[in-house]
Each structure stands twice: as C-alpha cells, then as structure tokens.
C-alpha cells in the first residue's frame, strides 16, 4: 500500500511539472509603421454637432460568459505554487467584504503598513488565462477590451456640508465688494455731474449745482444699505450648516451621485470589473477621499486609502489580472492633489522587494506588452491621469499616462445627452463618421454609457418635494441592455480599437457580454494579421 501511494505522488508531482513546463504560444509580433501619439500641449477636448438621426437598434450580440479557472492544469499550478508566497496581510480576506472606511491602513500604534504584499506567484502554461480568459493572453494591452465603472467609488457618499458652508461664508466679501463698486460708481458719478453743472450754470445758479449734489451722494445710501441685507443674511450660512444632513435626503445621494451603490471596489473587482474609474477631493484640506462633484455640489464618500487597499488586495489575492486605473474627476488644488496622488501609488503599489506593480513606459512610441508580460512580470496595474498629469514635477514617473494622449473619452461627444434616444443617436454618428484618415494618430475609443441630469429639471422636482424622474439607477437601467448590445454591434467595425466599456450600475445590463463579444473579434482580428492598434 505505502509503494502505491508513493507511485501516485510521485505521478502527481510528475504531471504537476509537466503542466508547468508546457510551451508558451506567443502571437507573432506585428511591426507598425505609423504616426506615433503625441502628447498635448494642454488637455484637449472635442465636441463635434452632428445631424443625423437614427433609430434605436435591438439586434443582440452573441452572449458568452466570462470564463472561470476551470483548467485542471492551473489548478496543480496553484497548489504546488501556492506555498511559495509570503504570508498575506491579516487584513487581506478574499471571503470577507470590506466596508465603508473600515480598512485601516495603520498598524495600531498608528504607523503606516509596509506598502504591497507578496503576491501570489503567476505561472506560465498555455492554459493561462488572463483576465479569466486564455486567448488574449498572447493580445497586446492595447488590444483588449475592458469592462469599467463610471465614478466606481461613488457608493455610501455623504453630501460636503462644511464645502457648502464655507461656499457661503465667502460670500460676505462678494457683499462688502459690491457695496465699494456701488459706492465709488455713486461718487464718481456725483462728483462728474455736479461738475458739469457748475460749469454750464451761471454763478448765480450755482446753488443749484449745490442742492443736486447732496441729492445725488444721498443715494449712496441705497449702496450702505445693500451690503447691510447682503451680509445679514450670512447668518443663514451657520442654519444652514446645521441642518444640512437633515435637508439633503437620502434618495438624493442615490438618485443624483451615487454611480455604483451598495457596490464596493473590492466587489467590483471580484465581479470582473477591470477599469476603475476614480475621482478624488481633498476632505477639510488634508484627507484625500472619493468625490463626486465639485465646489458646493459635491458629496464625498470613502477615504483613498481604504479604494487602495482594496484594490492591492484583490490584485494580489489574482495574480493573473490585468487592471486599469484612472484617476478622472478631481476637486482642489491640482498641484496639491497630484503629490498626493504620486505619494498614495507608490505606497500602496510598492513590493517590498522595491519593485512597482506598475507598467512603466519609457516613451510614447514603446510597444505596449501582452497581457501574459505583464502578468509573468507581476507589472499588472496601468495609471492613466487627467488634468493631475500636467501638474507632477519633473521628473514624471514612467508609470503616469496622460490619458487623452492615447484615448477619447464618449464623454468628449455625447456629454449633452439626457435622454437614451440622445444617446444613441450620438454614438450613431459619431461611429459613422469614422477615424480620420490624415495619417494622424488615431485615438483609442470607448462607450461610455452615462446620461446628464440638467441642473433644471432637479430644481422643478425639488420645488414640487419629488423625487426627480431622471436618475442614474432607472436611466442606467435602460441605457445598458438593448441599447449597449445595438450601439456595441454597430460600432465595433467603424474604428481601429475600442479600448473599454465604461458604465453606471455596471450589474443591471449587457457590459459583460459586450466586452466578451468585443474581445473575440479583438482575438479574431490580431490571428488574421490585424495590429487593431500601433502601439
């Protein structure tokens, strides 16, 4: 017995070896000779008219679920790999949900945590998958389509009350620097007129002159009296303050600001998400914490910290993932915000060892890497920044991509939309109109399927104490099935590379079997001898 059960470990241990040491298939690398991207001098935005219109489609596409690991093979590989990586942080716990703000990344006695953990170890084999599937692991980053959330951290936000109060106060100098324009408007006037009358009278009129002088600087009265009610009723600014939790409802936060409710990064991420949309403010001049909105408009939600360590505990707990994070939408000062940023990535995505798992770029015409280079080389985050980029100091890190450089946003063209028929007729258009073809670079493209809600139609729910009709979750809901699946199918052909799929309440909807559907024409493409993109 103790001969037969040596024979079958030893035939396990045999066939584990052979499955690691299976051949690597590699797609033939295909030269481009074409215009290299550039990068702006300013971030540009374009936003074409068009006049065409077209009707909603309903043609569905081929629905393919995401794939699993479900290979035998890959399943020896973990276990006999499995024991190789460092022990994980307490804190990290696949089977465990984190909560809102409830992710330390501070040891008790309040000093920060070593940066990234060891990841689990990846491992090569032909039975790879990448991003849950194996036939684009041999595809170019910038061959791959990728499902993304709109603002993805805007869930149990709270509305900025102190921004708004502060909003307020500052509207006592508004108050006192009208009273001085009205003020020396009335002198200057007075002064000239009287003037003017004194030398076009007689002397013996000059009492007149006299008399319309005291009239007239007797209005600057109305100018003391102005800034008196302006600045009085300042003292709404403190009411407000105080009761400004109570009047903002709670359906109000959902309705108007919350894109992925009730669905943390961390759950995101296990659903297969894999481009983060992140948009930061700074909270009481100190905190970096997750916005949505700007000024007195905004409302706030979990802190950068906790987005963070989500994320870094997903990627290591995943080791065959590839991710993309944008940090987009921003509230503050740029330089303040974009030190932050820098600072907040190179903790958080550090390995002990010292190396980044972040894919550096040393110039904008290096090939982008496959999938399977940059999951062997555990580099399997890409950072795109908007208006932050311009603001880093010399000399930027090769890990930052400015992110109009290489794509376009769909909010660049259809952000007037309010309606899912203004939406598709946009996306419509702008798919016929097709690249151009001056031999400039072509930008990579994206659906982003997101609706604006006009400032005036919130205002005439709230006169009337109603919820508004136009909210993201109902407009999200009809925005990301039939329509998705129509506009993805018309679209895919017109342009070179559709680089991602980016959606409110990404559950509720068709993102999955578009981004799949995407990436098998992606894999059908590159086999037939198509680059799709040049870099």
Not at 328 to 339: K, L, P, R, V
Request: hydrophobic share 35%.
């Amino acid at each position: 017995m103790s001969l037969i059960y040596s024979v079958y470990i030893l035939l396990l241990a045999t066939g584990s070896i052979l499955c690691i040491l299976q051949p690597v298939s590699a797609t033939a690398a295909i030269e481009y000779k074409g215009p290299i991207p550039r990068l702006p001098e300013i971030p540009f935005l374009s936003n074409p008219e068009f006049g065409k219109s077209y009707q909603f489609g309903t043609q569905k596409l081929t629905r393919k679920r995401q794939s699993k690991w479900d290979t035998e093979c890959l399943w020896k590989q973990e276990q006999l790999f499995g024991g190789l990586q460092g022990s994980i942080d307490s804190n990290s716990n696949s089977n465990k949900q984190l909560g809102k703000r409830g992710t330390s990344n501070q040891y008790g006695d309040g000093s920060m945590k070593r940066r990234a953990v060891n990841a689990t170890v990846a491992v090569n084999s032909t039975g790879m998958l990448c991003n849950g599937r194996s036939d684009i692991c041999d595809l170019r980053y910038n061959q791959v389509t990728y499902p993304g959330t709109h603002n993805s951290a805007t869930y149990e936000l709270e509305y900025d009350c102190d921004e708004s109060v502060e909003t307020c106060l500052e509207t006592k100098s508004v108050c006192e620097a009208q009273a001085q324009s009205c003020t020396a408007g009335w002198e200057t006037r007075c002064t000239k007129m009287s003037n003017t009358c004194l030398d076009r009278l007689p002397n013996w009129l000059h009492w007149l002159c006299g008399a319309f002088t005291s009239a007239c600087e007797s209005t600057e009265q109305f100018c003391l009296g102005w800034e008196e009610i302006c600045t009085s009723s300042l003292e709404m600014c403190t009411l407000w303050g105080s009761a400004c939790l109570q009047v903002i409802p709670d359906w109000a936060l959902t309705c108007l600001w919350e894109n992925q409710p009730n669905h943390l990064v961390s759950q995101q991420l296990n659903d297969g998400i894999r481009f983060l949309d992140l948009g930061t403010c700074f909270n009481n001049n100190s905190e970096v914490v997750m916005c949505h909105g700007y000024g007195a408009q905004r409302a706030i939600g979990d802190t950068l910290d906790s987005v963070l360590t989500q994320i870094v505990t997903f990627m290591n707990e995943n080791p065959y993932e590839v991710l993309t994070i944008e940090f987009n939408e921003y509230d503050g000062d740029t330089t303040q915000m974009s030190a932050a940023l820098v600072e907040k990535v190179i903790q958080y995505f550090t390995l002990p060892s010292g190396e980044m798992m972040l894919w550096p770029r040393s110039s904008l015409s290096e090939a982008w890497p496959t999938l399977r280079t940059m999951i062997l080389a555990n580099k399997r985050i890409v950072i795109f920044m908007s208006g932050t980029y311009w603001a880093i100091p010399p000399p930027v890190p090769t890990w930052a991509n400015q992110k109009d450089t290489w794509k376009l946003d769909g909010f660049d063209y259809c952000s007037n939309d309010t309606t899912p028929a203004q939406l598709n007729q946009t996306y419509y258009a702008w798919c016929d109109q097709g690249p151009p073809t001056d031999g400039s670079f072509i930008q990579w493209q994206q659906i982003d399927i997101n609706l604006a809600i006009l400032e005036s139609q919130i205002v005439d729910s709230l006169k009337k104490a109603e919820i508004p009709e136009l909210c993201i979750e109902p407009l999200a809901k009809e925005s990301n099935g039939a329509l998705l699946v129509a506009l993805a199918d018309y679209c895919y052909t017109r342009w070179p590379y559709w680089f991602r799929v980016r959606v409110n309440d990404y559950w509720d909807g068709e993102v999955f079997t578009v981004v799949n559907h995407f990436n098998d024409m992606n894999v059908a493409r590159v086999k037939a001898g198509d680059s799709i993109t040049p870099y």
